[in-house]
């Protein structure tokens, strides 16, 4: 796990400060060792951040040259099948070390770059500079769990781990895109390929991108191209499903799941796994305990405001388990003392608020091991958000009853606060599995008007409904929720939902929080569950084996049951945050005021501030809870202040 960046600038006369420079904002990446490598023939230079976790020697340091010395690359990531891969090419390669990089090269020169692509398992980001054919090539790991950024700037082709080495280089031009504040409005992050600065991108998970000689001479961006494609994956999987029954299903997942925990247990390194008491971390760290000869580290972030900790159910399942546990129970001010590096962390507005739980436990887990096994991905694979059943059996009432009843129906339900609704649930049957119900109901409210499914999505995975009426002189431009949607063929609504949010909000949200979080720390974490085989597994499933009798992920439940009682793990979905609704009431106010006020909203120039002052008095007040979408606006306005004044 590291970090890398270069750029192409044939008339650079200061290549080697430039790249230092570079490198060096991004040094919590890899902070074990650093490395340049210039080709000032062509051009093109290399930086890279190196965290060592397999093979610590000097035989792992990078930019990296292959035997014949065609090739240099930088890396980050992790090749799980790199041994394997080895092995098939002991006849024509000759090995210096045992790191993952050197196996990466010797398979790039023998197949070529779309074939290894295709027989690796892992995560991964990289850029390879080709001497003979003059070939710069980029590429993202298939489900996007490492970053990579590009784009031409001023005649100068940048690339790179995060912005903020791009941001080093002269050439940058540091023009904010507003159309992609309106995407982050929208959805509490900036879905790729799009960055909040204008002519920057990212590369699209599971892509690959060739700047051959004449794109690099004409500043030209040619077309990435897709090497594995979760669309498809999705669509033969429910094509071609799993003919076993449910017992085989169990057996097949658990050996599965087995198999890339094992492989994603390999470190030179201490290793331990986040762990919040839930079905997808319960999960992964039982398989690990399973397979260890020692107890396994794990970790858990305690709060002591009800309804948002989780560290006594962790504390229990790890206990059952006989892990080495250890928890961190932080106050109110712990965690907002860490908000302002939020911005810095991050490079570009990202409003998910367990952003701040997800740092301070890669933060605990960082104080005994290089390396963290995470539970994400269980929900998009195995159909465990909330809003999937939801939506499925709300749309089943909701079309027989005419929009305008609807919309007085939402009005009504949105006069009380979410608190009130809270208090009235728990005389409600069959609410006592939803937290914070009363913010649910609301949201539930809001999409009440709906005249599709696919607008009923929309709406749960929406903050601003219209944010161009918020971001001044912005258009929101396409996206796979918003423009254009993928071609899912033989999926229910269900199952395009799930397939939705593993192109959009696991990557561009889940993924980018854990590892911003994480790196920032110098921490590698890792997630079994994007395995791509049990990813594709998972396509293949029936969906009444993931959602039933009103049971979310059932047959990961069932994997797990084999290791942890039923009654550990049985409780409400809580989901990972922090109580800034409360905090915005209270101790964040003066703060949260401040970034807010009129006066310098319009100095600025990005919002309108009427609309958003309208939600921050009404929040205020106790009348709506608005966490969500001053949220947004504040980790923009955040962001601006810490890398633009």
């Not at 009440?448 to 999505?457: F, H, M, P, W």
Request: charged share 20%; aromatic share 12%; glycine share 8%.
């Amino acid at each position: 796990m590291c970090g890398f960046c270069g750029y192409y600038a044939p008339r650079n006369s200061d290549w080697g400060n430039v790249i230092h420079r570079m490198n060096s904002v991004i040094s919590h990446r890899g902070p074990d060792d650093s490395g340049v490598w210039i080709d000032n023939d062509f051009g093109v230079v290399l930086g890279h951040q190196r965290l060592s976790i397999v093979d610590l020697s000097q035989a792992g340091h990078q930019p990296m040259s292959s035997d014949s010395g065609r090739y240099f690359v930088v890396y980050n990531g992790e090749i799980y099948n790199h041994l394997k891969l080895r092995a098939s090419l002991h006849d024509v390669a000759t090995w210096r070390g045992h790191s993952d990089t050197e196996t990466l090269l010797a398979c790039f020169e023998a197949w070529g770059v779309h074939n290894t692509l295709q027989k690796c398992i892992g995560m991964f980001a990289f850029a390879l500079w080709d001497r003979q054919s003059k070939t710069l090539t980029l590429g993202r790991d298939r489900l996007g769990e490492k970053p990579l950024y590009y784009g031409w700037q001023n005649g100068v082709l940048l690339f790179g781990s995060e912005l903020k080495a791009l941001r080093e280089h002269p050439a940058f031009s540091n023009e904010i895109n507003r159309d992609a504040i309106a995407l982050q409005l929208r959805h509490n992050y900036i879905p790729a390929s799009y960055s909040i600065y204008r002519g920057i991108y990212k590369l699209l998970p599971g892509h690959w991108l060739q700047f051959r000689h004449s794109d690099l001479q004409k500043q030209q961006l040619p077309e990435s191209l897709p090497y594995w494609s979760l669309v498809d994956i999705a669509n033969n999987g429910v094509a071609t499903q799993y003919e076993g029954n449910a017992d085989q299903a169990i057996d097949d997942l658990d050996k599965l799941l087995r198999n890339a925990v094992k492989q994603q247990m390999m470190a030179d390194v201490p290793l331990g796994a986040f762990l919040s008491g839930g079905v997808d971390s319960s999960t992964i760290v039982a398989l690990m305990q399973a397979q260890s000869s020692h107890r396994v580290k794990t970790f858990s972030i305690g709060f002591h405001e009800e309804g948002y900790n989780e560290a006594e159910h962790a504390k229990a399942v790890a206990s059952h388990l006989g892990t080495d546990h250890t928890e961190l129970y932080i106050t109110a001010e712990q965690a907002m003392a860490v908000i302002p590096k939020m911005a810095l962390l991050y490079d570009e507005p990202f409003s998910d608020s367990s952003q701040i739980p997800t740092f301070l436990v890669s933060q605990l887990a960082k104080q005994h091991v290089s390396v963290s096994l995470s539970g994400d991905a269980g929900d998009e694979l195995f159909c465990g958000y909330n809003r999937y059943e939801m939506s499925s059996g709300l749309w089943r009432k909701l079309q027989s009853i005419p929009v305008p009843i609807r919309l007085i129906t939402a009005s009504a339900l949105t006069s009380f606060p979410p608190d009130y609704w809270n208090k009235f649930a728990k005389n409600i049957p069959g609410t006592s599995r939803y937290s914070n119900f009363g913010d649910k109901l609301h949201k539930g409210a809001g999409v009440l008007g709906a005249r599709t499914l696919d607008e009923l999505y929309s709406g749960f995975v929406s903050h601003w409904p219209k944010p161009t009426d918020v971001v001044l002189y912005s258009s929101e431009p396409p996206t796979m929720l918003t423009g254009y949607r993928p071609r899912f063929v033989g999926l229910d609504g269900i199952q395009q939902m799930m397939a939705l949010d593993a192109l959009t909000y696991l990557p561009d949200d889940i993924l980018v929080k854990v590892d911003r979080a994480s790196m920032a720390v110098s921490l590698e974490s890792r997630v079994p569950f994007l395995d791509h085989r049990v990813v594709e597994f998972a396509w293949q499933l029936p969906q009444d084996l993931k959602l039933r009798g009103g049971n979310s992920k059932w047959i990961l439940r069932q994997v797990l049951y084999r290791y942890v009682p039923k009654e550990l793990i049985e409780r409400p979905k809580m989901g990972f945050g922090v109580p800034i609704d409360k905090w915005l009431r209270g101790p964040l106010r003066d703060w949260a005021e401040a970034l807010l006020n009129e006066t310098r909203l319009k100095r600025e120039g990005f919002f309108n501030p009427a609309p958003i002052r309208e939600k921050w008095l009404e929040h205020l007040s106790g009348k709506r809870n608005w966490q969500y979408h001053l949220w947004d606006i504040l980790m923009f306005q955040l962001w601006y202040e810490k890398n633009h004044k």
